[in-house]
């Protein structure tokens, strides 16, 4: 059995715009890494926290605080564990970018971590862990991000369940991460009105075309189901840019585009590498355009899921 | 060329609970028939209405009123016909039951009127008409009970585009009628006031599980997914005997139960046809119980689409 073990998640899409607190899908990019150690202590302890985004420093140490240490916490109590866990983390997501920076620590320590038990548990067996540890973040299970770490490509995600959806190899996104943040709590504040019937029933037809497109690999369903009329318009003025982004990217042949998560970075589908390619730098342009620095991000929508990758030769 | 045809069109569960204003599908029990003749006079007329359910002789003559008269209309102006048509309907879906019965004469008279043109319409091509001959009824362009008539089985709809789903043979669906009517417009009223966002996020949730179980025959997703959150709270009250009509298919192995349309009808799905027909009675039971007639119809979900079943020789 090892001792120590170290694992990626990668960031990912929560929401894909049409699937607000359901839908979500990694990107081959940033990740966060996470080292995790088996100590004799019956505790979970944070060691250190680095990486080279902006106000790494400033996070939690306090195990229970941070998302990675409460889902370790989770483990350790559900599983009676006799042994406690060591964790650092190098942050590769930039924070409150709407990337899923917390939920892939929180990933990418439990995958470490399984690794360390005496039988490995499955991802979907992960999940609930996941969740405790997200819920430090959101103050709720929301499971649009740890879900496709933890699965790959797309997932369906619930508070008892995730799930893997089928998805064409030809889909590819952009994302696009403009220099500023945008907490997720003013994000959710502005979503509290309640809303019409005719954007629900608009809201419910878009899912159901989307994911009508995706099972099937049909390009125009998942066009046409691609808009999200129930979270994006209230959202959309918190992030400078975002119109101007996102006309670029319908202009160049996306299929969709709307906010990441609770923004501010956007995204867009293409069918194709090539098209995805060709439209990330107008995409990026939208931000430089007002004056806001902007990186840009193509990765196939089948993106793969959090992996070990390292650990010692127990 | 046929000088005259008459048509069939089934009964429907328009919404399927989970999936209001978008979700449909048709029974094998009840149906409507039309019969249309083609005329020399550049008009649309219904020489008659009847069938033995109550209150068909007072369905409106006037074509654009009916919605099978206006459906004919419709098609008849796009495609600039130079005969008219002459209409005959036979009612055999209760009216104000909740089981499509406006839907099913336009469906019907279409499909008729479809095999008097020299070159006949695929399914789709007619959505657009049925749409419109609906509206006369529900003041809107709803497809939820036309497009599973239209094309069989279930089907997502939109104001755009109807298409048909994969059920798995298994799934059966008991639709219990009780001997009241609920009008359409009093049964739309309560649905007015705005959705909180739990809610919203809640049904969503259902109808992602719903429609990715409907896609991989999965029994549990389907489970899962069957609840309606957003229309049957509101609706539920104005129907005496839904709670006890509900319990009992839920306990006689139900995978949901909610309001067929817009009720006072209520459906519920099971994973065989003999769990449908155990459960059938026991659900009629819950409406005899508080003093209400009330029918049973069994049916596979993936159900027959409308047809012609008569025409003259030509």
């Known amino acids: 059995m090892s001792i120590w073990a170290s694992a990626f998640a990668p960031a990912s899409v929560g929401n894909i715009g049409v699937g607000f607190d359901v839908l979500g899908h990694v990107i081959d990019g940033p990740r966060d890494i996470a080292r995790v150690r088996r100590i004799d202590a019956l505790e979970v302890r944070i060691d250190g926290i680095g990486g ?15 998302t990675a240490g409460r889902a370790l916490q989770s483990l350790r109590t559900a599983l009676s564990l006799p042994f406690g866990f060591a964790l650092t983390l190098e942050k590769g ?3 409150g970018s ?3 920076g917390s939920a892939a620590s929180c990933v990418a320590a439990l995958v470490a971590a399984n ?3 005496a039988q490995p548990l499955s991802r979907e067996a992960l999940y609930p862990f996941a969740l405790d540890g997200e819920s430090v973040a959101s103050g709720a299970r929301h499971g649009d991000n740890v879900a496709p770490m933890l699965l790959g490509g797309v ?4 508070s008892q369940r995730a799930i893997a959806l089928d998805v064409p190899s030809w889909l590819h996104a952009v994302v696009v991460h403009p220099d500023q943040v945008l907490e ?3 994000s959710r504040a502005v979503l509290a009105a309640p809303y019409a019937l005719h954007d629900v029933v608009a809201h419910s037809t878009h899912l159901a075309l989307f994911l009508t497109g ?3 690999g049909d390009r125009e369903l998942i066009r046409d189901g691609l808009h999200d009329v129930l979270v994006e318009p209230r959202r959309a003025p918190l992030i400078p840019g975002f119109d101007a982004v996102k006309t670029a990217a319908l202009a160049h042949g996306a299929l969709g585009a709307s906010i990441s998560g609770g923004g501010p970075s956007v995204f867009a589908w293409f069918d194709s590498l090539a098209a995805a390619r060709a439209a990330a730098p107008i995409m990026r342009a939208g931000f430089l355009d007002v004056g806001i620095e902007a990186r840009a991000h193509v990765s196939p929508v089948a993106a793969p899921r959090a992996e070990l990758f390292e650990r010692d030769g127990a």
């Open 52 to 66: 080279d985004v902006t106000g790494a420093e400033r996070l939690p140490l306090a195990a229970s605080d941070n």
């Open 98 to 100: 709407g990337m899923g």
């Open 155 to 158: 997932t369906l995600s619930t």
């Open 184 to 186: 997720t709590r003013r």
């Open 93 to 95: 997501i930039p924070l």
């Open 214 to 216: 995706l099972q099937r």
């Open 115 to 117: 690794a360390l038990l």
